[in-house]
Every structure is written in structure tokens, then in C-alpha cells.
């Protein structure tokens, strides 16, 4: 076996990702395409991603973007986690983090930060625990929500959080309300831009650019990407994002105009009702709602979330789905970084703990 780093031939190593991705992945963030998006989002100065290549066929890949700066190097994005490595055995797997670590003394990586997407855990039984703790991570884990799409609709519609369903009632029995989703059959630029333009305007400027929200309308015309918004008297007033492969999907994001939500108008609490409709009538198994998606400010080293993060957790916790760990872990390579890592967790703890007491 031997490997092949994108670097050294993108072509190759596109067909060979694609190829381990065909047959064993069923989550979006691996898709090829989907990788370039994480160049458009984050500071990536290096990428050392390779695949693994035995008897012409791929049977290990690892993706590694580098970030920071000479001297301040790691691997992750942008100080946070990254798709951990994925190969068919163990010992392929080992083969990888022995690779892992060539490249870190290469690069003087300070440190390595990966988690275990749930959405391939949740079929893979070798990937349900911490793998990581193998190869001396340090165990992180984080709290994901998940709706198994093959519930039947009573029992979906029956463990939504029970005030939610009169607000969704509110909306689906009113025909000044309309849906309007947006995919690969109707790629509908125009309002995928009033997507864009509404969660500028939330944020508060523009927090994203332009092409990161074209890049999106491109995964959305080929199928990695769904967008469902709302319509209230012929106004367009809430959006929700999602992206979905190999029959799984996620909630990205989701936007609504606050003249509305402010009087009350449980807009993303319809659309996501919406959503789980209409990805379960496509026959999807799996619902994602990611992160965040705490129970308290502080759960754990490194999990953090500040208040409008745990109202967002609540939010999806009341959609119905399970609670289920993401597997995250880091491996420190310079003591410092650890110990700074470690203050900082000692200064939140502390500063909730004097809140929680004054």
C-alpha cells in the first residue's frame, strides 16, 4: 500500500477520495466538493490531505488542512475541529496516524484537533467510541441531536416538544403561509441571494463573504445542498439550510426576519417540521441538528457555549430528536498550548462559578 497526497496529484487523489466515499461514508463533510467549501470558510495555509492506495483501490483517506502561521501551526480549522481519518481496517487506520505524525514533525504542528462525525458513527460500529483515545488524544466529546427519519410520522409529530405544535399549526393551517423549497430541480438563485442578504442582516453586516454563499448555491445545484424558506402574505420571512448526502441530512443554519419572531412567530420551529416531512418522504434515515446542542454553559473541556448558544440548544432538543455524543478529541504537541488550554478552562469554570453565586 502506499500513499497519495493531494498535493502530488489532485486528479488521482480526487478519484480515489470519491471512490472510498462511494462506498463507505454517509456523511456530507467528506464529500470532495464539500472540502473545498471548508477552504472558503477557514484559514487553511497548507493542505497535506492524502489518501491511502492499495492494488488500485482507495482504502484509507485523511483529510489535513494545516492553519495558523510558521511557528503556530495546527491542524484543524481555524482553532476547531476537523473530520477525523477513516480507513477500512485498523491497521490501515494505524498506518494513517503513524502518517499524521510525520507531518506534524514536519510542520512543527503545536496540535491536532479531530472529531468523529455521529453520521458515521451512528452506522459504523467501529466508530462508536472514541477511536482517537487510540492514538493519545485527548478525549474532548461534545453532545450532537439526531431524529431517525424512519420513525413514523405519529410518533416524529408526538415527540415534538408539546407548545411547539400549536405554534406549527398556527403556520400550516394559515394560507397566507407558503414553503418554498429551493434544490437541485429549482435552483433558484434569487432567493437563495434573499438567504444571503437576511443573514447579513441578522448578523448584522456582512459576516460572510459572497462566494462562500455561492459555493453553497453550487453544493445546492449538485445535490449536496437543500434551502427552505417561508413566505408570509407573498414576503419571504425565514430560511433554513441544509446539507444532506448518502441519506443523511443536517441543519446548517437557519434565518428569520425578527419583526416576526419578536411577536411570537415560531418560524424555524415550521420549517423544520417542514424539513423532516419532506427529507423523510425522500426516504433519508438520519436528521442532523449538530452543534450547539448543550445542556449547560460549561460541558466539559473545551465545550463551551455562552447563552444564546444554550437557547439554540434548547430549541433543537424540543424538535424530538436523540441525544447522542460527538466524539472529539486533541492531541498536544507543545506543553504550552496545552497549559493555556487548560487556564482558559479554569477561567471559564471559575468566572460561571461566581456568576451562578452573586
Known sequence: MKILFKEDNPELFRKYWIDFYDKNITSY????????????????????????EKEG???????????????????????????????????????????????????????????????????????????????????KNSLDCIINLSIEINILWKNLRKRYKSSINNILNNPEFEFIIVNKDNPDYSVHEGYRLLHNKIAGGNSRKKELFDKQFELLENSMATLIAIKFQNEFIGYNYFFHSNKTVTYAT?????????????ISHAILWKAILYFKNLDFDYLQFGQPCSFSLI?????YCDSKQLNISNFKKGMGGNIIP?????????????????????????????????
Open 29 to 52: 463533510r467528506y464529500n470532495i466538493d464539500f472540502l473545498d467549501y471548508y477552504f472558503k470558510y477557514n484559514n487553511i495555509v497548507v493542505d497535506k490531505s492524502f489518501v491511502v
Open 57 to 139: 483501490s482507495c482504502i484509507g483517506i485523511c483529510f489535513i488542512p494545516i492553519c495558523g502561521k510558521e511557528n503556530n501551526y495546527s491542524i484543524g480549522l481555524n482553532g476547531s475541529y476537523s473530520i477525523s481519518p477513516l480507513a477500512i481496517d485498523e491497521k490501515i487506520e494505524y498506518f494513517i496516524f503513524n502518517k499524521i505524525k510525520e507531518i506534524s514533525d514536519e510542520y512543527k504542528i503545536n496540535k491536532i484537533d479531530f472529531f468523529i462525525d455521529p453520521l458515521i458513527s451512528i452506522y459504523k460500529k467501529e466508530y462508536q467510541f472514541n477511536y482517537l483515545k487510540k492514538y493519545d488524544f485527548i478525549e
Open 254 to 266: 437557519g434565518v428569520s426576519e425578527k419583526t416576526y419572531t419578536e411577536k411570537g412567530l415560531s
Open 299 to 303: 460541558s466539559g473541556f473545551d465545550d
Open 326 to 358: 460527538i466524539y472529539r478529541g486533541t492531541r498536544y504537541l507543545n506543553k504550552d498550548i496545552f497549559e493555556d488550554e487548560i487556564m482558559k478552562f479554569i477561567d471559564i469554570y471559575k468566572k460561571n462559578l461566581k456568576e451562578n453565586h452573586e
